[in-house]
């Protein structure tokens, strides 16, 4: 019996002290920004090139739309991850979106993410 108190009792001196520490609250992991230079272009719901650069996006876009596009504009999109429409397809718009999310567990190619 006064072993089960002193485990207790010292289970719970160390789990207050990891609270008040903080090592034992999880902490949402910062912001990572992932400038790759990489974007990928879809057409509705399809991904036609994924993590593709934007010089390979831009040569993309010109055959598909039939209208120029520089790597700039499609630089934007990786630098601040709003998606880019570029024209209207049979299949549902044409579309230049960052490769991946800007955090951690928040990817662009997450399931769910299409929305």
Known sequence: ?????????????????????????ANAAPPVNLQDGLINVGVGNVEIAKNVNVDVAAQIIAAVCGTDVTAAVLGAVDQTGDTQTFCSLP??????????????????NAPGNNR
């Open 91 to 108: 299949g549902g718009d044409l579309t230049a979106t960052q490769n991946a999310g800007t955090s951690p567990g928040n990817s662009g």
């Open 1 to 25: 019996m006064k072993n089960t108190i002193k485990r207790t009792t010292i289970s719970a001196a160390i789990g207050g002290s990891l609270l008040f520490s903080g090592f034992g609250i």
